[in-house]
């Protein structure tokens, strides 16, 4: 008897030990790993794309300097233009003179000359000679003794050279009676140099050459 209960206890410890093991792997849950969570992470703008969004600040002035040229107000007439309107003023009024110069010589007239021709004018004549202000009018005007019938400008040429100086080229043509009676038709070449002096053009230079005579 005494070693029927020993083994009997032994037998019943170990049926108590394996219950106690079931248990516990019951307990336990069959899946006790944590779930995986996905976290989907949205990628960063390339520089491209941040760049193409919004213009660097250097681009912006840039911008703007056009957009303020573009309104900019229109600029006045240009210097050129008013150089130019002013050439062609000069041209008229000089081929009025010259034309006037010659009506002179028909009607005999001083007073044109006088007004026209500086106090320090300087010519060289047909003939080949220096003469100054008072011998010119006195040649062509008060001396002469010849009759026109006509005399006419042809080929008028007007240069400017300065805002006050400018110098006229062309050719004359006069018909008349001379005093010993005899009819001529001359023509002269010449060249007048004008020159603007307290808002008054006046001749300070001429030379005449003649071309042919008739």
């Not at 949205?42 to 002035?61: D, G, K, L, V």
């Amino acid at each position: 008897m005494k070693l029927t209960i020993p083994l009997l206890s032994v037998a019943a410890l170990t049926f108590a030990t394996l219950a106690f093991a079931q248990q516990e792997e019951t307990a336990s849950p069959a899946s006790e790993e944590t779930p995986s969570t996905t976290i989907e992470e949205t990628p960063n703008p390339t520089p491209e794309t941040q760049a193409t969004a919004t213009a660097s600040p250097i681009e912006q002035p840039a911008a703007q300097q056009k957009e303020k040229r573009t309104i900019a107000p229109q600029r006045s007439p240009s210097s050129a233009a008013a150089t130019a309107a002013k050439k062609l003023g000069v041209e008229a009024t000089l081929k009025d003179m010259e034309n006037k110069w010659e009506v002179s010589i028909v009607a005999h007239d001083t007073s044109f000359l006088q007004s026209a021709l500086a106090s320090d004018f300087v010519g060289v004549s047909s003939e080949g000679k220096f003469i100054n202000k008072s011998r010119l009018i006195a040649e062509e005007i008060k001396n002469n003794k010849e009759t026109f019938t006509s005399a006419k400008n042809a080929k008028l040429q007007v240069r400017v050279f300065g805002p006050n100086l400018a110098v006229v080229t062309g050719t004359a043509r006069e018909k008349g009676t001379g005093k010993d009676g005899k009819v001529f038709d001359r023509t002269y070449a010449f060249t007048d140099t004008w020159m603007e002096r307290n808002g008054q053009w006046q001749c300070i230079a001429s030379q005449d050459m003649l071309l042919g005579q008739r």
